[in-house]
């Protein structure tokens, strides 16, 4: 998956947050530091990533 990476990713042993882009238009991927004190549904979690990362994506994407 190391080509659909869009931003972070560089600490170089694969367990930084990254966001990356998946085969579903419109949608990306987090990687992320889980945080359990936020309840989410079954099937989804909540990651913490630097703001700077999010910043990173969106020019990445052009936003």
Do not use: H, K, W
């Amino acid at each position: 998956m190391d080509d659909d990476i869009i931003a972070g990713g560089n600490c170089g042993s694969n367990d930084c947050p990254t966001v990356f882009r998946t085969s579903r238009p419109g949608f990306v991927a987090v990687q992320g530091y889980t945080i359990r004190t936020i309840r989410t549904p079954d099937g989804e979690s909540a990651v913490e990533v630097p703001e700077a990362l999010i910043r990173e994506a969106a020019r990445a994407l052009g936003e």
